[in-house]
């Protein structure tokens, strides 16, 4: 085990000291993304750790999302102090946070406890909906971008942990799902009724709250970690974004009164999950009869 650096000489490390640093700096026990590959989070110093992956899946708008949503709301969230890319791999150094996450505890923790997770992180979720950018004016769904002329690609959950779009609208967006739909209906023979929700607002939303993105600090506060799945959304995808397998039925009730429950939303992200994941090579067929959102 290496010994951890001090906090002053990480921040004077040029990109290239912290690149060589990271083959040796201890791994945080988290899982890869890719299997046989280390974790993708290693810790440098006391309070610095840094975030690697090919950029694909650490892009540049992390970074921003983070500072905005520190400099805009009261959530506690790692301060970002440095993002580059050096052969392929993206770096994001940021503070590390001691404690635990709600995947380790939550099942250890009283009824009170539950509530005040549960009270909290609504709090929070309703501080990033009341954040407003110009990208939510011209309604441009997907990661946090400066130019509104040039969007991101989308990823997470909600996509079936696969990069879609771009898309320059709402309804560009909408369309692209209802394609989907219709690849799922024609391959299972079944007809939903209704497509994709365009009617709720555009809002700032995490993507991922899940347990494993929550952490509760030992300084007693409740910090959101991984922004990777960030972005401009309908407001029903931070409903539809912590959706766990066999997630227990107290984590149910609480994802509900957190980002409000969204039924139908989720049924149709249930419908074409299929044409998210394994069917996402096949194209979508033609529109016959437009859907009508419920």
């Known amino acids: ?66 500072e905005l949503v520190r400099s805009q709301t009261r959530i506690p969230v790692p301060k970002p102090h440095r993002y580059f890319i050096e052969d392929s791999r993206a770096y994001l150094l940021m503070d590390f946070i001691e404690g635990r996450t709600l995947e380790t505890c939550w099942s250890q923790m009283w009824f009170w406890q539950k509530a005040w997770v549960t009270w909290t992180l609504r709090g929070y979720v309703q501080q990033l909906r009341r954040i ?35 898309f320059s609208s709402k309804g560009e967006m909408a369309d692209w799902f209802n394609g989907r739909l219709r690849t799922s209906e024609d391959f299972y023979h079944f007809k939903l009724g209704y497509g994709f929700d365009d009617k709720a607002p555009l809002v700032m939303t995490h993507g991922d709250l899940a347990m494993r993105n929550v952490i509760v600090g030992t300084d007693g506060r409740l910090w959101l970690i991984d922004w990777g799945c960030s972005g401009v959304y309908p407001q029903w995808f931070e409903y539809v974004g912590m959706q766990m397998d066999n997630e227990p039925r107290s984590w149910t009730w609480t994802r509900r009164l957190v980002a409000g429950w969204y039924y139908t939303q989720e049924r149709f992200i249930g419908a074409v999950y299929w044409a998210l994941t394994i069917g996402r090579f096949l194209v979508s067929p033609p529109v016959k009869n437009p859907p009508c959102v419920s």
């Open 1 to 66: 085990m290496h010994a951890l650096h001090d906090d002053a000489d990480i921040d004077r490390m040029t990109n290239e000291e912290i690149v060589a640093i990271c083959d040796y700096a201890p791994r945080l026990s988290i899982p890869s993304p890719l299997e046989g590959m280390p974790a993708p989070v290693a810790q440098l110093s006391p309070t610095r750790l840094i975030k690697i992956q090919l950029y694909t899946y650490l892009p540049e708008w992390e970074f921003r999302t983070m």
């Open 132 to 166: 407003r950018t110009e990208q939510q004016s011209s309604e441009i769904p997907g990661p946090l971008i400066d130019d509104l002329a040039s969007p991101e690609l989308c990823y997470g959950p909600v996509m079936g942990e696969y990069h879609i779009g771009p």
